[in-house]
């Protein structure tokens, strides 16, 4: 798994030249906009419930002394608890509504490397059955992912082995980042279900996808923008590549 967990990162590194190459940047267009859209809605909301949380965990706190340090704190976790949701919901919801951006770049890639292409997706019909696939598959994941992070969260507050969980939760989200994006070439080749198998089998690749996902993510403004053409460009490479091995 390792090794696979490098290869899905190391593909992000010619994923940019790759880009520059097919000359895809032109079709990221509208999905950079809905990024940019769905990233603002997600800050403007994270930021007007993170004290609201914070404040309900501070009304535990029944006592006088201490109670302004419970409370920054309190408000501290709140943005964390808003922070973690926010990027789930965030990463899910552009992943489905892109969708049918996404799928034909993929297409794309896969033309330029095999110089064929599997079921192309043609025509309002297909591109109605990759959304409606991709909002299943989302929604989906969302609801996994969230019952795996909640009870992390709560673990990383234990002493001392607490440190571990903030770990998980950023491989979960990261997983689930990365299984996102391979579904774009994905959904030519299987069936849901079979899609599924295949990533659990390759969660690896799942894993140095989504992490690098993440990380871009966390850059100011500019993440938001740039995270779909490259994940999606380093997810259809590796994929790819498992299901054309080199004979």
């Known amino acids: 798994m390792m090794k696979d967990?490098?290869?899905?990162?190391?593909?992000?590194f010619s994923a940019y030249s790759?880009?520059?190459?097919?000359?895809?940047?032109?079709?990221?267009?509208?999905?950079?906009?809905?990024?940019?859209?769905?990233?603002i809605i997600i800050m403007i909301t994270a930021?007007?419930?993170?004290?609201?949380?914070?404040d309900y965990i501070a009304g535990v706190w029944s006592f006088s002394w201490g109670k302004q340090t419970f409370t920054t704190?309190?408000?501290?976790?709140?943005?964390?608890?808003?922070?973690a949701f926010g990027l789930v919901i965030f990463k899910h919801?552009?992943?489905?509504?892109a969708s049918p951006f996404m799928t034909p770049i993929s297409e794309k890639i896969e033309y330029y490397y095999t110089g064929n292409l599997r079921k192309p997706n043609v025509?309002?019909?297909?591109?109605?059955?990759?959304l409606a696939r991709?909002?299943?598959?989302?929604?989906?994941?969302l609801i996994v992912e969230i019952l795996w992070i909640i009870p992390f969260f709560i673990f990383s507050f234990i002493p001392v082995i607490g440190i571990i969980f903030p770990i998980l939760i950023f491989l979960v989200q990261a997983y689930y980042a990365g299984f996102g994006s391979m579904d774009y070439t994905l959904e030519r080749y299987f069936p849901y279900k079979q899609s599924v198998a295949f990533v659990r089998k390759h969660r690896g690749l799942a894993i140095g996808n989504g992490i690098v996902?993440?990380?871009?993510?966390?850059?100011?403004?500019?993440?938001?923008?740039?995270?779909?053409?490259?994940?999606?460009t380093a997810s259809t490479v590796t994929t790819l590549k498992k299901l054309h091995p080199p004979s």
């Open 5 to 12: 967990i490098y290869n899905g990162i190391q593909a992000y």
């Open 18 to 39: 790759l880009l520059n190459t097919l000359n895809l940047w032109r079709f990221f267009a509208i999905p950079i906009l809905i990024s940019f859209i769905l990233g």
């Open 47 to 54: 930021y007007g419930f993170s004290d609201n949380i914070g």
């Open 73 to 83: 704190i309190s408000h501290v976790i709140g943005g964390l608890i808003v922070i």
């Open 93 to 97: 919801t552009l992943m489905a509504v």
């Open 123 to 130: 025509g309002l019909r297909a591109q109605t059955s990759v």
């Open 134 to 141: 991709s909002i299943r598959l989302n929604v989906r994941n």
């Open 213 to 232: 996902f993440m990380l871009i993510l966390l850059i100011p403004v500019i993440g938001i923008l740039i995270v779909l053409p490259l994940s999606v």
